[in-house]
């Protein structure tokens, strides 16, 4: 993981338990130049569970925004 040179942003649910929040905390440590957000009623298809949320989440990303 400390190869990865493009920017990256790690999206977790916090009631994920195929891949725990943990998971992404060490993935965040390992990965240069990378983010982590970890949302809130959401399991392991944020996208599904918060769809406006995440949709949001990487509109701002992708738009070079710095709100992570």
């Known amino acids: 993981m400390p190869k990865i040179k493009t920017p990256t942003l790690l999206i977790f649910g916090e ?3 195929a891949t725990p929040p943990e998971y992404g905390k060490t993935m965040e440590k390992l990965i240069p130049d990378s983010g982590l957000v970890v949302m809130k009623n959401a ?11 995440f949709t ?10 710095k709100l992570i």
């Open 43 to 53: 399991g392991h298809y944020t996208f599904l569970d918060q769809m406006a949320q």
């Open 56 to 65: 949001a989440i990487i509109d701002s990303f992708l738009s070079g925004d």
């Open 15 to 17: 009631n994920d338990t």
